[in-house]
């Protein structure tokens, strides 16, 4: 079993900074990519950023110039640093990781608890 724990939400004023992590835990082999995604109220779950053991990042249009996703490997943590948030950003952030327990075996998706981001003046 995997477990992926999420931390640094808060509450932040419009053109603030915040920075979660997302540190994953368990039988892990090898983790092929990790990725934030997020979810307001009454909406959709979105993708946010995800990263690839390679380091190839790709972000929603959204938060392209704002976000910024990064891992580090050594220690199974993925980051997303946000800037200049604004209310629109306001959701549920979850960490989301695929990860290979065992050298021979297959990959599962895993989700973390979610950490909550408040945008407000």
């Known amino acids: 079993q995997v477990q992926l724990v999420e931390s640094g939400g808060g509450l932040v004023q419009p053109g603030g900074s915040l920075t979660l992590s997302c540190a994953a835990s368990?039988?892990?082999?090898?983790?092929?990519?990790m990725g934030w995604y997020r979810q307001a109220p009454g909406k959709q779950r979105e993708v946010v950023a995800g990263i690839a053991s390679g380091r190839i990042t790709n972000y929603a249009d959204s938060v392209k110039g704002r976000f910024i996703i990064s891992r580090d490997n050594d220690k199974n943590t993925v980051y997303l640093q946000m800037n200049s948030l604004n209310v629109e950003d306001t959701a549920v952030y979850y960490c989301?990781?695929?990860?290979?327990?065992?050298?021979?075996?297959?990959?599962?998706?895993?989700w973390g608890q979610g950490t909550q981001v408040t945008v407000s003046s």
């Open positions: 368990g039988s892990i082999f090898s983790i092929a990519a």
């Open positions: 989301n990781a695929a990860v290979r327990p065992t050298w021979a075996g297959g990959l599962q998706t895993y």
